[in-house]
């Protein structure tokens, strides 16, 4: 929404400076998005005299001319300097618009400097209108009047020094796409006093030849008024400077005298209207829904055709105009147009709004309708546009025909001074609050109160507290700490679930993972490469081909990211995301996940050697890490049976039981990294945050840190086994030994292959485990010692099959 300050001003008297203004109504939700100053640009351009214009010596086309100027304004000391020029109508005692040096000059984006021009010096500039943006101009310089006031800023005595503001108007203020409604805020603010100009009836002197009407089920929902007069005899010239500078401040571009006043309306009251050639007019104008395939060449020469629903104005010889956003070109007003039918109606803003997207058609008018005018003002703008007609244009004015009536706004609120304290946390008085209220054009009756016409906005009690807050200013809102209702430490407000992913979270960002929010959305055939699909969890009406399903797993999602990063030149990558998957379609089917993928390289190239590709080693710590880190018992377990995306032989679970899944590790099958278009290694983890076992206590201390101070014992033993045999075989059997005595068991290394078989035999291999003991009472004695060990060579052998290697 673009106005200018002189414009503002005639609807607010008011003395504040332009900054002030700014930053009103930004602090009022009019947020300003740019100001157009003319003083800031051309404020350097002033009005000199040519003393003398002489051929300049070495340039045929060039002239040499003595300025005289007031670089301080009228009143204070001249300056004479030299100028080269090359207008054709420099000549000496003509009076210019000058422009010294250093003056930025817009019309070329230089800055003027000294300079010397076919070995003669110039100091400064004689502007043409173009150099100045003010026209396209450019056959010679400006060229003023003898008596125009020298040393007097251009802007000034062109009337130009008017600075344009622009707004960001929200959905929800219709009233400000006007300069009245704007000025309405700042009156309320205390900028100002808003000026009343009542719209005074004009008596009709003849019967309107041409008749309005709407149609019954057009009345009930799309247009419920709708308003006009004839005037005839009317002179349709071009609009007066003062209306041209306006509509050109803004960037509307003047066409003629009754065109521009309907678009100063528009702009000037929030208020659309259109004029008819009424002599074009066939028979009288009836408002209804188009039966489709209606076509119209607009005022902007496309043609469209209407679907079905669309509101259209129709006359005897077909539709006239697209109801509410364009008006036909068939009986658009001309330069020879004498009698003019001037309409004004309210329409429906849902109707306007479909029509238009349908259509694809923007204009101001359409812009304004579907966010909703002041439906009672629609009588007013109409003898407000007349009266503007008859003194611009000439004319006399027809009585006004009107089909429906305004609709009924009327709607009343409680109004409960309190709430401003409880809701915005601001104590504003009783009466500062029905100020406001009733600067803003609301009615105050007790303790109702009913909104004005012109703000579709306000809907309830709240709507009353955010206009009092909004005008009072949400800059003198103060933090106060909030009032403690218990004594005491407040209980926890976090479940134990959503603490959880938060620990899960940190600790995959600590690992040095790069968090990723992905869409719960993915493609049917990603989703089923991770045992997903199908209807029950596709989308009715999905954003997208490629969002067509619920996601079954996070990789998808963290895989498709990757390969876009991979794309780009990003080939070491480590990414993760904390979020749901959904295993079916019901309320509840989801489960709450924390993944991660790991691809390319562990570091950058070193000269130590030290950069390997990443393995399953890399996930399966990570997904131990994250384990520790949300409480899952160390007792776990590490299985093969692994889903269909995983590398069969490169992979693994982790499990409480044979069926309790904590987590899933290891490489990714290859088929889903080609169908991914993702470029290994690629190793990944996801974390089934949910299923750890919550802990029963739920005391917010750690427990007593227990450490024994006797001499820790370490054994080593190497077991010749099947070459099939897991180690995990050989651990778990070690550990079962003596509970309270071994601490850890760890293996450390492994023999395997050609080597290792033509010594221990064919499918054999070695496998060495390392034994802590770590007694809390007493020091043990070697007997025990070899105790324990015997104990633990038994369990193995029972378990595996194996012996101890000679």
Known sequence: MKFTLSWLREHLETEARLEEILEALTDLGLEVEEVADPAQTLGAFRIARVIACEQHPNADRLRLCRVETWPEGPEGPTEEVQVVCGAPNARTGMVGVFAPVGTHVPGTGVDLKPGVIRGVESNGMLCSERELMISDDHEGIIDLPGDAPLGQRYIDYRGINDPVIDIAITPNRPDA?????????????????????????????????????????????????????????VKNGPSPDWLQQRLKAIGLRPISALVDITNFF????????HVFDADKVAGDLRVHFAAGGETLTALDEKAYTLAPGMMAISDDNGVESIAGIMGGAETGCTEDTVNVFLESAYWDPITIAATGRKLKINSDARYRFERGVDPAFTPDG???????????????ASEVVTAGAVPDTTRHYALDTGRVQSLVGMDIPAEEQLRILGSLGFTVEGDRVAPPSWRPDIHGPADLVEEVARVASLTKLEGKPLRRVRPGVPKPV??????????????????????????????????????????????????????????????PGLLQAAARNQARGFNDLALFEVGPAFHGGEPGEQHMQA?????????????????????????????????????????????????????????????LGPKNVLAAFGELHPKVLETLDVKGPAVAFTVF??????????????????????????????????????????????????KSLIERVAIFDEFAGPKAEAQMGAGKKSLALTVRLQPTDRTLTDEEIEAVARKIVDKVQKATGGVLRG
Not at 547 to 553: A, F, G, L, Q, V
Request: glycine letters at 10%.
């Open 177 to 233: 796409l006007g300069v009245e409604g704007i000025a309405r805020d700042l009156a309320a603010r205390g900028i100002g006093r808003k000026i009343d100009r009542p719209a005074a009836p004009v008596p009709g002197s003849f019967a309107s030849p041409v008749g309005v009407s709407i149609d019954d089920d057009v009345r009930a929902k799309g247009c419920p008024l709708f308003c006009g007069r004839v005037i005839r005899g």
């Open 266 to 273: 528009t702009f000037d009251r929030n208020r659309p209207l």
């Open 382 to 396: 109409l003898e407000l546009a007349t009266r503007m007609i008859l003194e611009l244009c000439g004319g006399e």
């Open 494 to 555: 976090l479940t134990p679930m959503q603490r959880r992913e938060s620990t899960a979270r940190r600790t995959i960002a600590a690992l040095g993972y790069n968090e990723c929010v992905t869409y719960s959305f993915i493609d049917d055939r990603a989703a089923e490469l991770f045992g997903g699909g199908g209807d029950a969890v596709a989308l009715e009406n999905p954003i997208s081909s490629e969002m067509s399903h619920m996601r079954p797993d996070l990789l």
């Open 595 to 655: 993944a991660g993928v790991l691809i390319g390289q562990t570091g950058p190239r070193d000269p130590h050697g030290a950069r390997r590709p990443v393995d399953l080693y890399d996930a399966k710590a990570d997904v131990e890490a994250v384990l520790a880190a949300i409480g899952a018992p160390a007792k776990a377990q590490v299985a093969r049976d692994v889903a269909s995306w995983w590398h069969p032989g490169r992979s693994g679970v982790i499990r």
């Open 689 to 738: 945050v949910a299923n750890p076992p919550f802990p029963r206590s739920r005391t917010t201390t750690r427990p007593a840190l227990e450490i024994s101070d006797l001499q820790a014992v370490e054994r080593d033993f190497a077991f010749v086994v099947d070459a099939g045999v897991e180690a995990a075989t050989l651990v778990n059997a070690a550990q079962g030994a003596d």
